[in-house]
C-alpha cells in the first residue's frame, strides 16, 4: 500500500526530514526537482516530445513549488533540453530556498522570463512542446487570485501537454473540487507522496497520470504516523494464496444472503451469482416465498429459503427467527439487495443488523433502514461492513450528498469509527474505512460500472469474504479492488457505455487472474 497524504501531513513530514533526520529543506527541493526532472525525461514521448532539444515552458510561482520548478528547469538543461522559466512575480520577492535555486538556475545560463500578463506568457506557452506547472503547491489555500489565476487559465488554453508538480495549481490537496481555475494535467509528479486531491474525483480529472518522485526521506519515515493508503495488487493477493489439494467447500465459507422481493428478485440474484464468482464456498438465498422460485431459477449453484412474506411480496418481520435460525449454521449474512422497504420488512433489517452474530454486510435498503438509527450498530456481536453509495451515505448521516462528496474520507471514518463499523463508501475511488480510523482507497472501477446492480455485485463479493474468514476492513478492501478491477476488464472487452452488473461478475475470474499475473 502507498500512503496518502493530507497538506498538514506532509508538512509535518517536512517538518520531522529537517529536524529530526538532519536534511537540509534545500536539500529536499533538490532532491524533488532533480527526480522530477529525470521523471520528465521518461514522460516526454509519449507526451510527443523528444527526451533532447524539446522547448520545455516552466511557469513558476514565487514559493516552494517554484522553487521546485527551478530546480527541474536546471536538470532539464543538463539532460540536453531547452528549459525556458516563466515567472509570475518580481524575481526580488522569491526568497528562502526558492531564492537559492532561482541563483542556481542563473549560474546554469537560465535566465527567467517575468510575465506580467496573460499576452506575454501565450506565445511562451505556445512555442514549448510540454508545459510544466509549478505556480502552486500543496501548502495553498483558497481559489487563486491575480496573475496566477490568469497563468492558469493560460496553461490550460495552451493546448499542449501539462506536466505539473506535487499538484495542479488550484487544487486542493486535501480533495473536493476547486474554488477557482485549476490547471488541468496530463500527467502530475507528486513528491514523497500522493496527496488525497489526487486520488479522489474531482481531482482525477485535473492530475491525470500521477507519478510520486521520492525527496530522500526514508520509506519508513514516510509512512509514520499516515492513516490512509491507496491499495495495491499485491495487497489484495496475498488474501487468496494458490488452494490446497486437500480442500473442499466448506474451507471457503457459507454464505447467507437476506434479500429480494416482488419485482426485485434480481438483486438478490445478483449478490448470490458474485458471491459464487468470488471463491464462496456455499451461498443459500433467503427471499420471499413467493420469489423463492425465481431467484432459484436465476442462480442454479446457490440453494435457496423460502421465508414468510408481506402482502407486497417481501420478507415480513415473522421471518425473523427463521433467519436467526438460518444464519446460526452460515459464517456470515449479506443483507440488503432488493429487500424492499414495506415497513414491516424495514423493522425485519433493523432488528437484524442488531442482533445476527454472524459478520454481516448492508446494502441497498437494509441501509435504508438503519438510517436514523446508527445506534443499533453500537455494540453488535459480529463485525458489520456497510456500502453505501453518496446519496445513502447523505441518508445515513443526515447530510447532503454534496456534504458527503466534499470530504468523502471525513464522511467515511467519521461513520465508521463512531460507530465501531467498516465502511465503504462507493464512488470514484471507493474509501474503505476501518472501524480504528484507517483508511483505503481504492484504484480500480471506471464510470460504466454506474448502471444498475453492480452495487448487489459488490454485496455479494464481500459476502463472500467474510464468510471465509477475511477480517472485515480486509474483506471490504479486497471486495472494492477486485469488483472494480473486474469492472474495468469488462469495459476494455466491452466498453464503458454497455456494461451493466453481470459482465462485472462474468470478469470476475480475469481479475483473480490478473491478482497473479
Not at 235 to 246: I, K, L, Q, W, Y
Not at 257 to 276: D, E
Not at 318 to 346: F, K, M
Not at 450 to 467: E, Q, R
Request: glycine share 12%; net charge neutral.
Amino acid at each position: 500500500m502507498r500512503p496518502v497524504f493530507t497538506a498538514a501531513e506532509m508538512r509535518e513530514l517536512d517538518r520531522r526530514a529537517v529536524a529530526d533526520l538532519g536534511i537540509a529543506s534545500a536539500t529536499l527541493m533538490e532532491n524533488a526537482g532533480r527526480g522530477a526532472a529525470a521523471a520528465l525525461v521518461e514522460l516526454l514521448p509519449a507526451l510527443g516530445a523528444p527526451r533532447r532539444g524539446a522547448r520545455v515552458a516552466i511557469v513558476c510561482g514565487k514559493g516552494g513549488n517554484g522553487g521546485d520548478g527551478f530546480v527541474v528547469a536546471r536538470w532539464l538543461r543538463r539532460r540536453g533540453l531547452r528549459p525556458l522559466v516563466l515567472l509570475a512575480a518580481r524575481v526580488e520577492d522569491v526568497t528562502g530556498d526558492a531564492a537559492a535555486k532561482l541563483a542556481a538556475l542563473g549560474r546554469a545560463g537560465v535566465s527567467p522570463i517575468v510575465v506580467e500578463d496573460a499576452a506575454q506568457a501565450a506565445p511562451h506557452l505556445a512555442d514549448a512542446r510540454v508545459v510544466v506547472d509549478a505556480l502552486l503547491g500543496t501548502g495553498t489555500r483558497g481559489a487563486p487570485t491575480g496573475l496566477t489565476a490568469v497563468l492558469i487559465e493560460s496553461i490550460n488554453a495552451s493546448g499542449r501537454p501539462v506536466v505539473a508538480l506535487d499538484i495542479p495549481s488550484g487544487l486542493p490537496a486535501d480533495g473536493g473540487p476547486p474554488s477557482g481555475p485549476a490547471v488541468r494535467a496530463t500527467a502530475t509528479l507528486t513528491f514523497a507522496g500522493l496527496k488525497y486531491g489526487l486520488v479522489q474525483a474531482p481531482g482525477l480529472d485535473f492530475a491525470g497520470r500521477v507519478t510520486v518522485v521520492p525527496i530522500g526521506i526514508p520509506e519508513a519515515e514516510v509512512g509514520r504516523g499516515i492513516r490512509a493508503w491507496t491499495i495495491e495488487r499485491a495487497d489484495v493477493a496475498a488474501h487468496f494464496p494458490p488452494r490446497p489439494r486437500e480442500t473442499h467447500k466448506g474451507t471457503y465459507g457459507y454464505l447467507l444472503i437476506v434479500g429480494g422481493s416482488l419485482g426485485k428478485t434480481g438483486a438478490a440474484a445478483l449478490a448470490a451469482r458474485a458471491a459464487m464468482r468470488a471463491g464462496g464456498g456455499l451461498v443459500a438465498t433467503a427471499t420471499a416465498a413467493s420469489q423463492q422460485p425465481v431467484v432459484a431459477g436465476l442462480v442454479v449453484e446457490s440453494m435457496t429459503e423460502p421465508l414468510p412474506e408481506t402482502a407486497a411480496g417481501t420478507v415480513a418481520l415473522a421471518a425473523r427467527e427463521r433467519v436467526l435460525e438460518l444464519a446460526r449454521t452460515r459464517d456470515a449474512v449479506a443483507l440488503g439487495p432488493g429487500l424492499g422497504l414495506d415497513a414491516e420488512t424495514q423493522e425485519l433489517a433493523r432488528q437484524l443488523a442488531r442482533d445476527l452474530d454472524r459478520p454481516l454486510v448492508l446494502d441497498a435498503d437494509a441501509l435504508t433502514a438503519i438510517a436514523g438509527r446508527l445506534e443499533l450498530l453500537r455494540g453488535a456481536p459480529a463485525p458489520r461492513c456497510l456500502t453505501p453509495h453518496p446519496a445513502e451515505m447523505a441518508r445515513l448521516l443526515g447530510a447532503s450528498v454534496a456534504d458527503v462528496q466534499r470530504d468523502r474520507v471525513g464522511a467515511a471514518r467519521g461513520l465508521a469509527t463512531e460507530y465501531g463499523v467498516h465502511v465503504a463508501l462507493k464512488g470514484a475511488t471507493t474509501v474503505v474505512a476501518a472501524a480504528d480510523g484507517r483508511v483505503f482507497l481504492n484504484p480500480t472501477g471506471n464510470p460504466g460500472m454506474a448502471s444498475g446492480g453492480t452495487g448487489d455485485v459488490l454485496t455479494g463479493i464481500v459476502g463472500a469474504f467474510l464468510a471465509r474468514g477475511m477480517d472485515a476492513s480486509d474483506a471490504l478492501v479486497a471486495g472494492v479492488y477486485l469488483h472494480g478491477s473486474a469492472g474495468d476488464l469488462a469495459a476494455a472487452r466491452l466498453g464503458e457505455e454497455s456494461l451493466i452488473a453481470s459482465d462485472v461478475i462474468e470478469s470476475l475470474p480475469d481479475a483473480f487472474a490478473a491478482l497473479r499475473a
